[in-house]
């Protein structure tokens, strides 16, 4: 099967599996795990921050971030399509107890101007304005991503208001190369970021949540809460720190073959709308051929892709996705497309 379904389903490199089989370990819920510290600290240098904490997932280090930067009755600001709204299982909600204030930016992108109208004014009637939330690249926007310098126009924003900024940085290096650009002013922006290993870099497990070495202690505590202290995780850290070695400036190869696949996708008979590739996800909506006929089709052809909402299917390309695999997804647009006359 060429999985399209997301850059969650790639599998460890060889190169990555004998950098874990040789992996220092300790326990690091008991701070002994020296793979894990290096990890963190690594993390950490990259994007010019003082400290890391290595968690489960993505959706922990957001939802950690949230905890440490907000209280109760507090409302977060951040675009619909927020992947801290949509799928992490309401989380704002159970575990900060505080409210969601949804924009409409062009494909998820916030301006500092649509941000301004969304802060409550210091009235009795509104929860107050306790965070402000970023993702890079927008999931939902079909990969659409930040430059440095609309960050730094937030973060001024921000700072003016006394708000803090987070950033769900998903796949925040598919962005930075996107835009060639380096991670170390982002340091400089937000409060904290939370940096996904398992997507484009292709790391079995994890993500590393950064900040001040203040706000990692408050982290530490919250991560224990929620179940996230892990052994002897540095097994799992070794992965990361080979990916982040390895698996960066790779990503172009990703994008390009997104752009390739939308291309495919221009003027055939299935297709009614494709959303611009920024990175490496492609989004499409069709016409004549409902979702589950589509998909069924796909999957009769060995491509699994995924429905992401009425009408649309998303597609992800991965670092275990080749040439020849697009050739194939290719090919199969075309044998469908016939289908249709």
């Keep these: 099967m060429i999985d399209l379904r997301s850059d ?31 990890l963190e600290a690594k993390t950490a240098e990259i994007f010019e921050m003082e400290a890391g904490l290595f968690c489960p997932s993505g959706t922990m280090t957001n939802q950690i971030a949230i905890k440490i930067l907000t209280q109760p009755q507090q409302e977060v600001i951040c675009d619909k399509r ?21 924009l409409d930016g062009p494909r998820g992108i916030l301006s500092p101007d649509i941000i301004a ?4 004014a210091d009235d009795i009637h509104y929860p107050e304005t306790g965070l402000v939330a970023l993702e890079n690249t927008v999931n939902k926007g079909g990969g659409a991503f930040y430059t440095t310098t609309q960050i730094k126009a937030i973060s001024e924003l921000c700072k003016q208001h006394q708000l ?27 409060d904290t970021i939370s940096v996904c290993l398992s997507k484009g870099l292709g790391t079995p497990v994890g993500s590393v949540l950064l900040a001040s070495h203040q706000l990692i202690k408050k982290a530490k505590k919250v991560r224990k809460v929620l179940g996230g202290g892990m052994r002897q995780a540095g097994y799992l850290a070794a992965a990361g720190i080979y990916a982040l070695d390895h698996h960066i400036e790779r990503l172009k190869d990703d994008h390009l073959r997104a752009k390739q696949l939308s291309e495919a996708l221009n003027g055939k008979r299935f297709v009614q709308e494709v959303l611009p590739v920024d990175t490496n996800i492609l989004i499409f909506s069709l ?6 006929q589509f998909l069924k089709e796909l999957k009769e ?14 597609m992800v390309t991965h670092l275990q996705l080749t040439d020849e695999d697009v050739e194939k997804v290719i090919e199969t647009f075309k044998k469908m497309d016939r289908k249709l006359v």
């Design 8 to 38: 969650t389903v790639t599998k460890p490199t060889p190169a990555m599996l004998e950098a874990m089989m040789q992996a220092e370990v300790g326990d690091d819920v008991l701070g002994e795990d020296p793979s894990v510290q290096q």
């Design 301 to 314: 052809e060995e491509v699994l892709a995924i429905p992401f909402g009425k009408n649309e299917i998303r």
């Design 164 to 190: 803090p900024l987070h950033l769900d940085g998903a796949r925040v290096f598919n962005a930075l190369v996107a835009a060639n650009e380096t991670a170390r002013e982002y340091g400089k922006y937000f």
């Design 82 to 102: 927020s992947h801290i709204y949509n799928y992490e299982g309401g989380g704002i909600a159970f575990n900060s107890l505080c409210s969601v204030k949804l």
């Design 117 to 120: 109208e969304a802060i409550n």
């Design 287 to 292: 016409k004549g051929i409902s979702t589950e």
